[in-house]
Nanobody, 118 residues
């Protein structure tokens, strides 16, 4: 049973920083990509950042230059360092892990709230 456990969300003032962590467990199958999505109230869920097992990264345009995704493959853990936070970054952030065994199976974390006050 795959589990993704997130931590690090909270309340921060605009301009501040937060670091999210997500640890995956419960399977010996290789994880290809890991990443973060977010969903703000009344909006669709959107990709924030993604990182492959080889270290290639993708970012949403809205977070480029402010957020950094990293990964510890030995620990099956992905991190999201969020700097210069803005009120529009307020959302529930969800971790994802794409396991590969001939085909991709995506698992989602339970979500962690990030609130940025102005």
């Amino acid at each position: 049973q795959v589990q993704l456990v997130e931590s690090g969300g909270g309340l921060v003032q605009a301009g501040g920083s937060l670091r999210l962590s997500c640890a995956a467990s419960g399977s010996r199958i290789s994880i290809n990509a890991m990443g973060w999505y977010r969903q703000a109230p009344g909006k669709q869920r959107e990709l924030v950042a993604r990182i492959t097992s080889g270290g290639s990264t993708d970012y949403a345009d809205s977070v480029k230059g402010r957020f950094t995704i990293s990964r510890d493959n030995a620990k099956n853990t992905v991190y999201l360092q969020m700097n210069s936070l803005k009120p529009e970054d307020t959302a529930v952030y969800y971790c994802i892990a794409d396991y590969y065994s001939g085909f991709v199976t995506r698992y989602w974390g339970q979500g962690t709230q990030v609130t940025v006050s102005s």
